[in-house]
């Protein structure tokens, strides 16, 4: 099947517009759509695409469409509204991180209008969404994959085809809860090191080179202890991904007792206020 060059892009927020900037550069002819009106227009004025007003109008004659939204009622609500614009044989990638059961639904509903349709969330924050080089995890039919494999591999440096469609969610919510409890601890040691009177900086040296050691000491640690809480990854999104791996498991009559006191912790700062800052202030909750 001929490449992919005509992508409608939907959620500009903040992993979606460094990503669908990096299909601009890569030379994806590219219509966007995301809910503020002006800031799709900001996009397409900097990258030389099309501002859409509509989902169903960005997917206009677009090949693929590729969601980047918060969940599963906002992929349902995108991806349903382009079908008809898409048409047969044209390919829905959802980049979003959703439970497993819902991307498997969506993905039949899809089926039933003729219309492809792949997972592929991503991992690695903002950092990673701007230089291109995000972990994907696709699941989904394996034409599927490799018709979208250009668009992955300009935003991605790690892609792995999990399997079929739901593993490449599943496959996100476990590491997502396993970043999530790893943070929650790094934020008991931020509180001790800081009534202990030790120096921050020399242990988040020695840390970075002990069993403790970890992505997310090196990209939450300095924050916390700055109390930085500027959003790479919001809170909120990162309690629903626990959320979401907790019930993926409890169907599966797994127990995941850590990730039971992350959730805990992470609810507790997003009553506080906290979450639509970094999931590093996890570290609220545990102060």
């Given at each position: 099947m001929a490449r992919i060059e005509r992508v409608a892009f939907c959620g500009l927020g903040i992993m979606g517009?460094?990503?669908?900037?990096?299909?601009?550069?890569?030379?994806?002819?590219?219509?966007v759509w995301t809910r503020t009106a002006q800031k799709a227009e900001r996009f397409a004025a900097e990258h030389g695409a099309r501002a859409a007003a509509t989902p169903a109008e960005a997917a206009e004659g677009a090949e693929a469409t590729i969601t980047m939204v918060p969940d599963a009622p906002e992929v349902e609500s995108v991806l349903f509204a382009a079908a008809p614009a898409l048409?047969?044989?044209?390919?829905?990638?959802d980049m979003s991180t959703i439970a497993p059961t819902a991307a498997r639904a969506i993905g039949q509903r899809l089926e039933q209008d003729g219309i492809d349709f792949l997972e592929g969330p991503v991992s690695g924050s903002r950092p990673k969404a701007e230089d291109g080089t995000l972990t994907i995890m696709a699941g989904g039919e394996d034409a599927a994959f490799e018709r979208a494999l250009p668009l992955f591999e300009a935003m991605g440096e790690r892609i792995v085809h999990v399997g079929p469609r739901g593993h490449g969610q599943l496959a996100k919510l476990l590491t997502n809860t396993m970043g999530a409890v790893n943070a929650a601890a790094l934020a008991e040691s931020v509180v001790v090191v800081k009534k202990a009177g030790l120096n921050p900086e020399a242990f988040l040296e020695v840390a970075a080179g002990s069993a403790g050691g970890s992505t997310v000491l090196g990209l939450k640690g300095g924050p916390m202890f700055e109390r930085d809480f500027g959003p790479l990854f919001k809170l909120d999104h990162m309690l629903k991904d626990v959320r979401h791996c907790l019930a993926e498991a409890r169907a599966l009559g797994v127990e995941l007792r850590l990730g039971t006191v992350a959730e805990t912790l992470y609810a507790r700062a997003a009553e506080a206020g906290h979450g639509e800052e970094d999931f590093a202030a996890v570290l609220t909750a545990v102060e």
């Open positions: 517009s460094p990503m669908a900037a990096n299909l601009a550069r890569a030379g994806f002819e590219l219509s048409g047969e044989g044209a390919l829905a990638i």
